[in-house]
């Protein structure tokens, strides 16, 4: 009895009061561990000693009662260091997506600058082959840069377009071929000479 008492009064003032550090988490949870194991001890002594007394089963109920109190209290403190824990790895993780999402407003805020000096330097030699018609013809010259003009330097091309659009006339021609056979055996089975029922003699 003494030794649950204690028990008790140590599990009351380890309650986690705050944030804990994960090796005091580990060290919290081995004394819980050690405090359900000890209560378990200490339950299966009372119960053995309960059968040298006349009334058994009064004591053997006492017994379950400290050891339920004893675990009861082990669980709440289990409870509250789980609670503690999930709200430090909440916390974390909100951290993880501020930090994230600022890294990303920033990325989208400043603009890559090898795509913007690419682009002056096409424009550029664009500017000095207009610049200089005796290296072309004019007629040559416009159509090869209203043919480089659309093109952006990002766009990745896109060849399987024409491979999905084959995909799907494919798929879509099977399912009416499908729907046609499915229709046709229809057809049949109403087709078929229902015999009447016999006459009733």
């Given amino acids: 009895m003494k030794r649950i008492a204690f028990l008790l009064a140590t599990a009351c003032a380890a ?108 424009g550029g030699r664009e500017a000095a082959q207009a610049a ?11 159509p090869a840069r209203a043919a480089r003009a659309p093109r952006t330097p990002n766009t990745p091309p896109q060849p399987d377009t024409q491979a999905n659009q084959r995909r799907h006339d494919q798929r879509v021609q099977q399912a009416q071929e499908h729907k046609a056979r499915i229709e046709k055996k229809a057809a049949e089975s109403t087709r078929k000479d229902v015999r009447p029922l016999p006459v009733p003699p």
């Fill in 15 to 122: 309650l986690p009061g705050g944030a804990q550090q994960p090796a005091d988490d580990a060290a919290e949870r081995a004394r819980i561990s050690a405090g359900r194991r000890q209560a378990e001890a200490e339950f299966e002594e009372a119960h053995k000693a309960c059968y040298r007394k006349f009334a058994v089963n009064d004591c053997i109920g006492e017994a379950k009662v400290r050891r339920r109190e004893v675990l009861a209290q082990l669980r709440r403190q289990e409870l509250a260091l789980n609670e503690v824990e999930r709200q430090r790895k909440s916390e974390e993780r909100l951290r993880d997506l501020a930090q994230r999402e600022a890294e990303q407003r920033e990325r989208t805020a400043t603009p890559p600058a090898a795509p913007a000096s690419a682009a002056q330097e096409q």
């Fill in 132 to 142: 200089s018609p005796a290296s072309r013809p004019a007629s040559a010259a416009a």
